[in-house]
């Protein structure tokens, strides 16, 4: 993995699916300020309730409000078919 190379990158997006599905790490910016750091769902829900301008895709925010992990649809339907 590239954290046992030393390696990494970063990307800046507005597409907070993108975000929630690659990023195992988030900054969320106001005014051009880091405000919040850390794992990408929980980071944005805080951002959300803080009254930050952004919103969970509509996934994200089902899963936040039932209490299931953030995944694709497919591995979503999976998981609740094993559960």
């Known amino acids: 993995s590239l954290d046992q190379l030393g390696a990494g990158f970063s990307f800046a997006s507005h597409d907070l699916d993108v975000v929630l599905r690659h990023a195992p790490r988030v900054v969320v910016l106001d005014a051009g300020?880091?405000?919040?750091?850390?794992?990408?769902?929980?980071?944005?829900v805080a951002a959300e309730a803080r009254g930050l301008p952004l919103?969970?895709?509509?996934?994200?925010?089902?899963?936040?409000?039932?209490?299931?992990?953030?995944?694709?649809?497919?591995?979503?339907?999976?998981?609740?078919?094993?559960a």
Do not use: F, Q
């Open 55 to 82: 919103a969970l895709p509509p996934l994200a925010a089902l899963c936040v409000r039932l209490g299931l992990p953030y995944a694709d649809p497919g591995a979503l339907v999976a998981w609740l078919e094993a």
């Open 33 to 44: 300020r880091a405000v919040l750091e850390g794992a990408p769902l929980p980071t944005l």
